[in-house]
């Protein structure tokens, strides 16, 4: 059976080791020196200035959401995971949709002024797949309008833009490792900011709002994680140079052998360094999809339709038609990427694709 992804796992050894250590110290979890070591090792190797380890992705966009102080009309882009809007009624605010670019699949920065009412307070984007939103055109809407951005950077581990890390755009940037993402701590996830304000924020909110054991700066959430993700983090993080090469290649692979079949790519803006954490691929119709999905599940071979279906269809939210979207929603499709995937099992992915459309 080939999945979408499988999850790296270090050798057990490496990891039995860090164990060894929590057992020794007894200190299992609440800022533990394996948590502030994985934050040092993810702040150096990301090069981002306060980066802060979550319990998950969906968790590091709600602290967001409360440390940029958002209230309102947050304007959010149909083309995600569900966890961008879930989060944002979570908070209490009104997700406002704008359609994506038939390009990138990111939001259409062009389209997010016509969205912007007195209510809205933020942009809450997400760099799909890891490609980068159009950063420079969100910052300066914000800036003309006044209003906070958060990235949903679940995807964009490693991502680089213009030279740098794509994670020091925007007021806060969200991560998530969870098991199924390009660097895991099994459950995991993110914060980063650059700016030291809003880091002070995101610190306390993370820990119930504590200033001491028995003062409070304000409303808090539980968002800590433990020393054991942490382990699992710094054990992965040794690999993870080798994880992106990996991948490169197989990504590249698949480019030749998928030359034949009727598709389109999502382009990667002009001006990233990509992180090749999907490979996604675009059919010419939803029938054609769905041929293809049959055809490969014979083999026991497991796409996934990420994005499907459009956040702008859930039950609780404003239903808005979303042309673009809801058209990249019905024939995208994930191929299987994960540093284990072999050309050999590439090779059976593409014939059996390329079959599909009767080759
Ligand atoms: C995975 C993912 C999330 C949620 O992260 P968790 O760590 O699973 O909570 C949020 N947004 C996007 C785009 C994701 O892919």
Same mark, same amino acid.
Request: glycine fraction near 4%; include cysteine; hydrophobic fraction near 40%.
């Given at each position: 059976? &080939?999945? @979408? ?18 057992? #020794?110290?007894?200190?299992?979890? %609440? ?53 961008? *809007? ?13 359609? &994506?670019?038939?390009?990138?699949? %990111? ?7 016509? !969205? /912007?009412?007195? %209510? ?52 806060? *940037? ?65 690999? &993870? ?39 996604? /691929?675009?059919? #010419?119709?939803?029938? !054609?999809?769905?041929? !293809?999905?049959? !055809?490969? %599940? ?14 702008? *269809?859930?039950?609780? @939210? ?5 042309? /673009? ?23 059976? /992915? ?10």
């Amino acid at each position: 059976m &080939i999945n @979408v992804t499988k999850p790296f796992l270090p050798p057990i050894e490496e990891y039995q080791k860090y164990v060894q250590g929590i057992w #020794e110290r007894t200190w299992l979890t %609440n800022n533990g020196p394996l948590v502030n070591e994985l934050e040092l090792k993810l702040k150096e190797y990301l090069d981002v200035p306060h980066l802060f380890f979550l319990g998950n992705g969906t968790i590091a966009l709600q602290i967001a959401i409360k440390a940029l102080d958002l209230k309102g009309e947050i304007i959010t882009t149909p083309f995600s995971y569900v966890a961008t *809007t879930s989060s944002i009624a979570w908070e209490n605010c009104k997700p406002v949709f704008v359609d &994506i670019d038939p390009k990138t699949f %990111n939001i259409n920065a062009d389209l997010i002024e016509a !969205a /912007i009412t007195e %209510n809205t307070s933020g942009i809450m984007a997400t760099h799909v797949y890891g490609n980068p939103c159009d950063v420079e055109k969100i910052q300066a809407i914000a800036d003309k309008y006044k209003l906070k951005v958060i990235y949903d950077g679940a995807h964009a581990f490693a991502t680089k833009y213009a030279g740098e890390s794509v994670l020091n755009y925007g007021d806060i *940037t969200t991560l998530s490792f969870h098991a199924t993402k390009l660097f895991h701590t099994t459950e995991g996830g993110a914060a980063v900011t650059p700016n030291a304000e809003v880091a002070k924020k995101i610190a306390y909110l993370r820990n119930f709002g504590h200033a001491t054991p028995e003062s409070f700066h304000g409303i808090g959430v539980n968002g800590k994680n433990s020393e054991f993700h942490a382990a699992m983090g710094l054990c992965n993080l040794k690999y &993870i140079d080798q994880i992106r090469r990996r991948r490169k290649e197989l990504s590249d692979y698949y480019d030749t052998k998928l030359q034949l079949l009727r598709h389109t790519k999502p382009s990667i803006q002009a001006k990233a360094e990509f992180n090749y954490s999907y490979y996604a /691929i675009v059919l #010419e119709s939803e029938t !054609a999809l769905l041929k !293809a999905v049959e !055809a490969l %599940n014979l083999q026991w071979i497991y796409p996934r339709r990420y994005f499907y279906p459009s956040l702008a *269809t859930l039950n609780y @939210v404003e239903q808005t038609p979303m042309p /673009i979207t809801d058209d990249i929603c019905r024939r995208v499709l994930c191929l299987p990427l994960f540093h284990e995937l072999t050309f050999e099992e590439i090779d059976m /992915i593409a014939r059996v694709l390329l079959r599909s459309q009767n080759y």
